[in-house]
């Protein structure tokens, strides 16, 4: 969660210039944080208390994380936000189960990972499969329905 708000944190200052190259002027770093509001100063000062509370390896991954959150492809990172956004509106216990699943995602190994993948594939196959299946039962009814009102 913290890794998330501090990436996000860091791409609303990055955006600062590409929104300022738009107007024609480059403010500098001192004009952007003046522009600022309080709050916002505030918010930023406690992300960076956070920051620099965090162990030394910590900063690394969140900043490999970063890294590799901006490589992205656009649409991968605005949906990556979406999920964000769906997942800070959850109740706390909810989060919890998710937190509580995604680490025991992380724990497995990339074989483990890639047989459970497989398997939720086939079930979703099988899945789409069975409604197909399903419909086309269904449409054999309707159709079988019609001819009979029509044959009255």
Known sequence: MKMIILIIT???INISPILAQETGQTPTPKERWQQLSPEQKDK??????KWKELSPEKREE?????KKFKELPPEKRERALENFERFKKLSPE??????KRM?????L???E???RLDKLKDRHEKRKKMMKEQR???????KDRKERRRNR
């Open 10 to 12: 860091a791409m609303i």
């Open 44 to 49: 930023i000062r406690n992300r960076y208390k």
């Open 62 to 66: 969140l900043k490999n994380k970063f």
């Open 94 to 99: 909810r989060q919890a189960i998710i937190k």
């Open 103 to 107: 680490n025991k995602w992380k724990s």
């Open 109 to 111: 190994s990339a074989e």
């Open 113 to 115: 990972r890639k047989k």
């Open 136 to 142: 086309s039962k269904r449409d054999e009814k309707r």
